[in-house]
């Protein structure tokens, strides 16, 4: 009776963490600083659901990617959180959509989306 009990007790906790992993999104820390994204690039899969951990290194910022409907402010230390699963393959421009000096026009980002 012991040995089932132990048995169950094991494949139970084999089995609870894989399926916890496999619930979590994977996700990418995106910094913002005048006047560049890092990384600047990203890829991920058709498919896969990725959490941005979005975050500002000096003054407010906010990443915009329309392709992929992200849209996501930035202030200086706060981690801003946003899910994007894409449905489709390509390569899909952003850019800050936040002016913030000079070279806003510089801060370009690309998220690359490849078959899984």
Known sequence: ????LWACLMLVSLWVPSNLAQSTPRQIEIHAKRFSF????????????VTLALTSDDVPHSLLVPGLHVNGTMSKGHVTEVNVTPDAVGDFKGRCGRFCGS???SMLFVIHVVEN
């Open 103 to 105: 070279g806003h026009g």
């Open 38 to 49: 890092t990384p600047a690039e990203i890829t991920i899969k058709k498919g896969e659901t």
């Open 1 to 4: 009776m012991k040995y089932r």
